[in-house]
């Protein structure tokens, strides 16, 4: 598989928020954009859950532009958006995010931070509030953010960085830590330490949110038919417990709830 890559899914932003929409981007180590308005925020509540990836927030209202960045959580965790304002995102690819020299990766990990949303381009979240639609909201940032010159990992990291992730990718999150070094002549602590410096977290953490997406994104295909013992062979856990643990863990509920919350809507025909 040439440069494979993974669509991360964000299911509560799909399903709590209205009038939502993607527009998918497969260069400049974007995964997606998105945009959604927040009426009136959902009795249940918004969680982010684990997907390895940075997202930056554009949220429009009607006087001024705020803007929010946060990498992967490690947990579900709470997600808090403004009524009435319409919101524009960047998912990124996990580990492909230029960031602004002010910030760091480190910085965003299990965090949402409130910044200048000028530091991606000259006026760009004037610009981006004039734009209609998500075409032309996504051509204006692209505009700008190929222009940045931020924060970049030194070449010979890259390169070690993406074969480790595409390895972890092509296993859907099963492969050894002593396989990756055997295969790349580095040792393991080589490895975890240049691969934590571009994502803020462990290549053992990244292999079980890999696991995670692949999960949901099988549940979401599946529509309720398959078995837990099944969806834990497929997905390249242990047992069946070990499953139901870590997916209680990053989805906030069990594996039967969110196939109930799933049932006939929108999210089983997005991914």
Not at 25 to 45: A, C, L, Q, V
Not at 68 to 75: D, P, Q
Not at 224 to 243: F, N, P, V
Request: with cysteine; proline share 4%; hydrophobic share 35%.
């Amino acid at each position: 598989m040439k440069n494979p890559q993974m669509m991360p899914i964000q299911p509560y932003l799909i399903l709590r928020t209205d009038d939502y929409r993607t527009l998918r981007e497969r260069k400049d180590g974007i995964s997606h954009f998105y945009e959604f308005t927040m009426e009136k925020r959902p009795e249940n509540g918004m969680q982010a859950v684990p997907d390895g990836s940075v997202d930056l927030l554009f949220g429009i209202g009607t006087q001024d532009v705020r803007t929010y960045i946060g990498g992967t959580v490690l947990a579900a965790k709470g997600w808090e958006f403004e009524d009435g304002r319409r919101y524009f995102g960047v998912r990124f690819q996990p580990g492909s995010c230029l960031l602004p020299k002010e910030l760091s990766i480190e910085d965003l990990v299990n965090r949402d931070l409130e910044i200048d949303g000028n530091l991606f381009g000259k006026n760009l979240t004037e610009q981006l509030a004039e734009a209609e639609t998500i075409a032309g909201k996504a051509e204006i940032f692209l505009g700008e953010y190929r222009q940045m010159s931020g924060n970049r990992a030194p070449e010979g990291a890259e390169a070690i960085e993406r074969y480790v992730r595409e390895q972890i990718y092509l296993s859907q999150g099963n492969i050894s830590m002593t396989q990756l070094a055997e295969e790349t002549g580095y040792s393991e602590c080589y490895i975890r330490r240049i691969f934590k410096q571009i994502h803020g977290i462990s290549p053992k953490n990244f292999e079980r949110f890999v696991r995670f997406q692949n999960m949901l994104r099988t549940m979401n295909a599946a529509k309720g038919t398959i078995r837990l013992d099944e969806l834990a062979q497929k997905c390249g856990y242990y047992d069946e417990s070990h499953m139901m643990k870590d997916f209680k863990n990053f989805a906030g509920m069990t594996p039967q709830n969110y196939d109930r919350m799933i049932a006939g809507t929108r999210l089983q025909e997005m991914f």
